[in-house]
């Protein structure tokens, strides 16, 4: 085969949207936003990260899908086109390399999330009556720490995740998202009135939407940059994966609102059905991981109907999880089948099975079980491979993308790319070259100061 072969295209304008929707709203809106924003002292955070997903994840979004649609490769094929096209260095390739590295790093921990998830939809499928907060804290913890049971489940999710890859995204993926993520819509909306009905959602909307900024400092302010660009799917590959996918006459920034409207709303409707159950049973907001796992079940135990709701949440949480996993997954897949030619199934196997291999570890770092209390600079590896991802490969990358488009790419041809009318061209422009830079470098700043030179 004479160099890099080109990948096939979406079929809908809708199944783009759907698809790009199901990369974004995962995990990181339902299981990561609700326990961030209680560690990060709640509105204050919520705010930030939402200033965060609108000024510089949304401009960062449009920019990669563009940047995707133009290339028409990998990230990394993409990456390096463009920059020669533009009579720039090839080592803007590097930003392509971060996006499919990082990509791996985190589906190796997400898909450990993942295990938990379909591991709760078995248990689900029996119940959770009698869970109070002490009852459903334990369950939760003494599953974690199992050496056994997580590893099995985190085995099932990035089996689900390879089968579809495999099969390729559009054909593997286009009809799971169909139904499925507006199912999931609905349901949100149906726990949020419940939580609010029986619960303290006085308390929870305090919570979430009145700021205490003396709770901010540089570092959750990266924590809440991180969860934006996170909670998007940006700067990991997907996005320009998927872009790559899209025809020319689809309408780009239109698409990016949308997704990231939707990707915004999925995480506050998780936090209005969780935190009413958080103040009204006494649990800690700033719990970590098993937020979301020790919340819901107290209100699916009590609630009539509460087996098939829960059940149905678990599933449709599943299903917004794979269809992220998914992305994490494609943009490797799709360099080395850019690059070898080899069959995409077996190079879906290959690299998912040391995403296997690296997650176990993380399953097993979970406090207490197999590798015990090993800590690096204070985190177990889940925490880790959470930080270096989270905190700094996607705001830098998100950054160098902003600066590549903003910058390297010349106006004229960005403006054919995006066919945006003149003036919001020129909003978006702004954001690109000054804002989003600014705003990342300005972060890092601070924390580089604060740390090493302040103390
Ligand atoms: N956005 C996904 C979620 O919120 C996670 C993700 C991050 C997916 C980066 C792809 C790339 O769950």
């Known amino acids: 085969m004479a160099g890099p072969t080109q990948h096939a295209h979406w079929s809908s304008r809708w199944t783009f949207l759907l698809a790009a929707v199901g990369s974004a709203v995962g995990l990181g809106n339902i299981w990561k936003f609700p326990y961030e924003a209680g560690e990060g002292g709640g509105g204050a955070f919520v705010l930030v990260y939402l200033a965060f997903v609108f000024i510089v994840g949304l401009p960062v979004l449009i920019a990669e899908l563009s940047l995707g649609r133009r290339g028409q490769l990998s990230p990394i094929g993409s990456m390096a086109k463009i920059a020669a096209e533009e009579g720039r260095s090839k080592a803007w390739a590097i930003v392509g390399w971060s996006g499919v590295l990082g990509g791996v790093i985190v589906l190796s921990f997400y898909s450990v999330v993942g295990g938990w998830v379909l591991a709760y939809l078995l248990k689900a499928l029996s119940g959770f009556s009698g869970y109070d907060a002490a009852m459903s804290t334990q369950t939760f913890g003494n599953f974690v720490t199992d050496p056994v049971n997580p590893i099995i489940a985190h085995f099932a999710f990035l ?13 593997g993926l286009e009809k799971a998202v169909t139904f499925l993520m507006p199912a999931l819509f609905v349901l949100l909306v149906g726990l949020m009135l419940y939580s609010a009905i029986t619960a303290d959602f006085a308390a929870a909307l305090n919570f979430l939407f009145n700021p205490d900024w003396g709770k901010l400092n540089v570092n959750t302010v990266l924590q809440a940059l991180g969860l934006a660009f996170f909670s998007l799917s940006l700067a990991l590959g997907s996005i320009m994966t998927y872009g790559s996918y899209l025809t020319k006459d689809m309408n780009i920034p239109q698409s990016a609102v949308t997704i990231a409207a939707a990707d915004s709303g999925v995480a506050l409707l998780a936090g209005l059905a969780i935190f009413p159950i958080v103040f009204a049973y006494g649990l800690n907001p700033g719990q970590s991981v098993g937020l979301v796992f020790t919340t819901l079940p107290i209100a699916f135990g009590q609630m009539p109907g509460g087996v098939i709701v829960g059940t149905l949440f678990f599933f449709l949480l599943t299903v917004a999880a794979v269809t992220s996993a998914i992305s994490l997954l494609e943009p490797a897949v799709s360099y080395v089948e850019e690059r070898t030619g080899i069959d995409r199934k077996k190079v879906a196997v290959y690299i998912g099975t040391g995403i296997f291999a690296m997650g176990t570890l993380s399953a097993w770092g979970q406090s207490g079980n197999v590798l015990g209390n090993i800590s690096i600079f204070g985190l177990d590896f889940m925490g880790l491979k959470d930080f270096i991802t989270n905190n700094i490969m996607m705001p830098l990358g998100g950054m160098f993308i902003a600066i590549f488009v903003g910058w390297f790419i010349s106006r004229k041809n960005m403006m054919e790319e995006l066919t945006m009318e003149e ?9 690109v070259r000054y804002v989003c830079p600014v705003a ?4 890092f700043v601070s924390i580089i100061y604060n740390t090493v030179i302040a103390g």
Do not use: E
């Open 159 to 171: 089996a689900i995740t390879i089968g579809i890859v495999s099969r390729g995204v559009q054909g």
């Open 423 to 431: 003036g919001t061209f020129k909003i978006w422009y702004f954001l």
């Open 440 to 443: 990342v470098g300005a972060v």
